[in-house]
């Protein structure tokens, strides 16, 4: 608010009121409908109800009993909110749960999103191809919130045809397939869309409140496609859960939060020759989604797996397509190459750019389960036994291990693409 001419003690008053229909907005932080100035300030307005119509509500400079400015204006209350993949689904809590990307997030990184060329329906058609999917899990739900009023539209706008918007999870009616932009209709204050990635590339999805030809206010997420998968591996009787007791699966949430397209399996799922459900999901990834970076982490027999793994992807690595294996780690990693098997895993991750190895020794408290030194060359780039010189870990805690779990951490997320 700028006084011109601002003679000493003037004194101005700042009135807030609703014109028509319903709304309510106060100035802050003292909540107030009206405040005295005197002198050029920036006033704040927080809006407390949403306007039922545009350009209902008034801001009025009174001097005495006049009015000699005013400035009409509305209250919108919107929002848009996207979420993590589901993983393995369809449907969240397999293992993970339904997770918001924060406020800080959505725009950088933004929403982490799967291209879709796989075959979820076993129709013999890529996804991105079907207008309906049945058991679809790699488009990401939306929720817009609005509360409608006349004379204001909502928008939905692309910044380019890398994404498409649809009604439902299994796609079914396209909202924005053609062109940059459409209108939403609201039946409630709150709807749900989901957005796809057909074949790759970045792209914003912006929510806008439009009045006549005039943007009023948005929100904007961010889409990027996955290049990466990143593989955690529980030890002997963890399951995968969101959330968990088990740190290996606890620093698989944290990355997944961050925005990682991250798989938690148990062991069992990488058989004793590298193959079975994860080995499956590795290579339909890269022969589907555009992934071309794998990492792999594991606790105990997990450590285990996470060779098995490694190396069966590289046996194979002519007919799965162009990949590589920046990261992987142990953590008191076991062989598990038969049933029982308790001998440590010496062995680094075949094809494995970059190797990290904690491990403990193992006393009577675990058994003598242990891990060891990578000795096979060129043994591991980082390595750390957690109990020289003084024993602190056991083989049934050292996967909840702060500084084991963070040393993963900071050690993967460089070395990844998301």
């Known amino acids: 608010m700028t006084l011109s001419p601002n003679p000493p003690g003037t004194n101005i008053t700042l009135q807030l009121s609703c014109l028509s229909g319903s709304g309510s907005a106060v100035f802050a932080p003292d909540g107030s409908t009206s405040t005295n100035i005197t002198q050029s300030t920036t006033v704040k307005i927080k809006g407390v109800t949403a306007s039922s119509v545009a350009s209902n509500m008034i801001l009025k400079a009174m001097l005495g009993n006049d009015m000699f400015a005013s400035n009409k204006f509305s209250i919108v209350n919107m929002e848009m909110t996207a979420y993590r993949p589901q993983t393995e689904g369809p449907g969240y809590g397999s293992p993970f749960q339904k997770r918001a990307i924060t406020n800080t997030l959505e725009e950088n990184p933004g929403a982490g999103i799967r291209v879709n060329g796989d075959d979820d329906n076993n129709n013999s058609t890529a996804d991105s191809s079907d207008t309906s999917v049945s058991g679809e899990n790699d488009l990401i739900e939306v929720e817009l919130k609005a509360e409608p009023a006349s004379g204001i539209k909502y928008v939905l706008k692309r910044s380019s045809s890398n994404i498409k918007v649809w009604n439902s999870q299994t796609k079914g009616t396209a909202l924005l397939d053609s062109g940059t932009e459409a209108e939403i209709s609201f039946s409630a204050s709150t709807k749900t869309v989901w957005v796809e990635n057909p074949s790759g590339g970045s792209a914003d999805l912006e929510f806008i409140v439009r009045s006549g030809e005039t943007d009023v206010c948005s929100d904007k997420v961010h889409f990027y496609p996955f290049t990466s998968i990143v593989i955690a591996l529980g030890g002997e009787t963890q399951d995968p859960s969101d959330p968990s007791d088990n740190g290996t699966f606890q620093l ?88 029982g098997d308790m001998n440590q895993e010496h062995r680094r991750p075949t094809s494995s750019a970059y190797h990290v190895n904690y491990y403990q020794e193992g006393s009577v408290a675990d058994g003598w389960l242990d891990g060891g030194p990578i000795d ?15 024993p602190t870990e056991t083989h049934l805690t050292i996967d909840n291990e702060t500084t084991v779990l963070d040393g993963i951490e900071t050690r993967l997320t460089p070395r990844i693409n998301r």
């Open 252 to 339: 698989a949430t944290n990355l997944y939060q961050q925005g990682y397209d991250v798989h938690m399996y148990d062991e069992d799922d990488v058989d004793y020759g590298g193959a079975g459900a994860t080995y499956n999901e590795v290579v339909n990834s890269i022969q589907h989604r555009s992934v071309s970076q794998v990492a792999i982490f594991g606790f105990s027999h997990g450590g285990g797996s996470t060779y098995l793994l490694a190396d069966l992807l590289n046996t194979h690595r002519d007919t799965i397509g162009t990949f590589t294996i920046p990261f992987t780690a142990y953590i008191d990693a076991v062989e598990d190459t038969f049933m």
């Open 376 to 390: 096979y060359p060129p043994g591991a780039d980082y390595e750390i036994n957690v109990d020289y010189p003084t």
